[in-house]
């Protein structure tokens, strides 16, 4: 059985956007992790070494929130990358399914989905979604300098 999660604040201020890529198909995933890996890469650093698990952190939650959105929102959607001047990011996935929430798998056997809000809470230093007009937004925000994934990993999954 999964449960709802009740509706969260936006995510914190002062975050520009630098790039929206459309989201339609399961095919545009491919295309959107590409093009978010080459943005991660040109954030300033030097080489991929210096971004530490980032990368692969923030691949795998919006390949997650955005495969949610194609599963179980509504068409439009898209995949916003954002950046503060505090060195952190935040990724925005929305979908037009204002009316329903994220949801949190309980109970289920591992294979039948609904874990992916859990992964997200577990990757990123910071998860949560509201709506906006006709949008439901699903956020995560992560910390160019956060803890790394081995921290996480021994860390109980935080609230969402």
Same mark, same amino acid.
């Given at each position: 059985m999964a449960q709802a999660l009740r509706a969260s604040t936006r995510p914190p201020g002062g975050f520009a956007e630098v790039t929206t890529w459309e989201l339609s198909t399961s095919d545009d995933l491919a295309r959107i992790r590409r093009s978010l890996h080459a943005e991660l890469l040109g954030r300033g650093e030097e080489d991929s070494a @210096? %971004? @530490?698990d980032l990368q692969d952190r923030v691949v795998l939650v #919006?390949? /997650?929130l955005a495969t949610?959105? %194609?599963r179980h929102g509504a068409p439009p959607s898209s995949v916003r990358l954002l950046v503060d001047d505090a060195r952190a990011l #935040? #990724? =925005?996935v929305t =979908? +037009? +399914?204002a009316g329903s929430s994220p949801e949190l798998a309980a109970a289920r056997a591992? @294979? /039948?989905g609904g874990f992916g809000m859990h992964l997200a809470a577990r990757l990123a230093d910071? #998860? @949560?979604w509201y709506t906006d007009a006709d949008l439901k937004h699903v956020w995560a925000r992560f910390a160019f300098d956060g803890p790394d994934t081995d921290a996480? $990993? $021994?860390a109980a999954v935080p609230a969402v």
């Amino acid at each position: 059985m999964a449960q709802a999660l009740r509706a969260s604040t936006r995510p914190p201020g002062g975050f520009a956007e630098v790039t929206t890529w459309e989201l339609s198909t399961s095919d545009d995933l491919a295309r959107i992790r590409r093009s978010l890996h080459a943005e991660l890469l040109g954030r300033g650093e030097e080489d991929s070494a @210096g %971004l @530490g698990d980032l990368q692969d952190r923030v691949v795998l939650v #919006v390949s /997650e929130l955005a495969t949610n959105a %194609l599963r179980h929102g509504a068409p439009p959607s898209s995949v916003r990358l954002l950046v503060d001047d505090a060195r952190a990011l #935040v #990724v =925005d996935v929305t =979908d +037009a +399914a204002a009316g329903s929430s994220p949801e949190l798998a309980a109970a289920r056997a591992l @294979g /039948e989905g609904g874990f992916g809000m859990h992964l997200a809470a577990r990757l990123a230093d910071g #998860v @949560g979604w509201y709506t906006d007009a006709d949008l439901k937004h699903v956020w995560a925000r992560f910390a160019f300098d956060g803890p790394d994934t081995d921290a996480r $990993a $021994a860390a109980a999954v935080p609230a969402v």
